[in-house]
């Protein structure tokens, strides 16, 4: 049993390695900054499943000649400027254009547009020409261009098809409250961020126990806005690019048996580990009354984690 796990181990791992684009010399001389661009070209070209040769042709003055979709380049190969030549190879390349009218023309460090007008709210997920999907996006303005956003990316460069997808978000929650006894509560929630965009409209079903052991439950609706990170932050950086701080507020109303009633706030940040499924961690803070207006909760923070899906 272990012989056939390693030999399955074995065969992914090869499949990986060959998958990836090879990289041919046709001189000897490899500068640090040069290895330094093979890998990391390499590895933007397997992002986008390129399975094709590159040939490295001449390295003088730290002036690169190199052959890879079917094209040639020269572009300088210095220690702060590796991630702008390979940006210079990959924007606007025939090799990324699916020919839809709906695509990404234009990228400039953070900002990603379309020519195309989009409805503000909007998910798109971004694709390659083979269909495979690079970025989730959600469309943020729209005038003579529309501006985009991005929740998750793997990597992005202009001429990727755009096409609408699903704008509801799906959250399972679990919360801790440390009173003088750890309290516990869960939820479900959904939201969507296209009707009132840059506001989303929530519901929530909520289960939680108070200081006394008593299990209540909730209907509660509410709004609530995001922020990407991807706005902010360099888009290199992965572990902020796909993640975004949210901010909801809340209308309550549950029962115990008596009547409940109250509102609440949250923050919370949420990391796409891909274009469906995310990690959610942040801390809420509700307020409830029974229907004999005497205080029923404690006013304390409630730490929430979470997976959001859709």
């Known amino acids: 049993m272990k012989k056939i796990a390693f030999f399955i181990l074995l065969c992914v791992l090869s499949l990986q390695l060959f998958s990836k684009p090879v990289v041919m010399y046709s001189f000897d001389e490899r500068s640090d900054e040069l290895v330094e661009f093979e890998k990391k070209l390499v590895k933007r070209l397997d992002n986008f499943n390129f399975d094709g040769s590159i040939y490295f042709l001449s390295f003088s003055d730290s002036i690169l000649t190199l052959s890879v979709f079917e094209k040639e380049y020269r572009v300088p190969i210095k220690q702060d400027y590796i991630e702008r030549a390979i940006d210079s190879i990959l924007l606007y390349n025939d090799y990324f254009d699916s020919k839809s009218d709906i695509k990404i023309d234009y990228i400039y460090k953070n900002t990603i547009s379309s020519l195309s007008k989009l409805k503000r709210g909007e998910l798109y997920y971004a694709k390659d020409n083979d269909g495979k999907i690079m970025s989730l996006l959600v469309s943020d303005s729209t005038s003579d261009i529309t501006q985009l956003s991005s929740l998750y990316s793997r990597d992005l460069v202009p001429l990727l098809k755009l096409e609408k997808t699903s704008p509801w978000f799906f959250s399972i929650n679990g919360g801790f409250v440390f009173t ?17 965009y840059p506001f989303n409209p929530i519901v929530k079903f909520k289960l939680s126990k108070d200081s006394l052991g008593r299990l209540s439950s909730f209907e509660a609706v509410g709004i609530g806005s995001t922020l990407p990170l991807s706005k902010i932050f360099p888009s290199s950086i992965s572990l902020l690019r796909n993640s975004s701080i949210n901010g909801e507020c809340f209308l309550y109303i549950g029962q115990n048996p008596s009547l409940l009633y109250g509102a609440g706030w949250e923050i919370y940040l949420l990391y796409m580990l891909n274009q469906h499924i995310g990690l959610n961690v942040g801390f809420e803070n509700f307020l409830i009354y029974d229907d004999n207006y005497k205080y029923y909760c404690f006013n304390s923070y409630e730490l929430k984690v979470g997976v959001s899906f859709r």
């Open 180 to 196: 003088p006894k750890l309290l516990l509560s869960g939820e479900v929630k959904v939201k969507n961020t296209s009707i009132f």
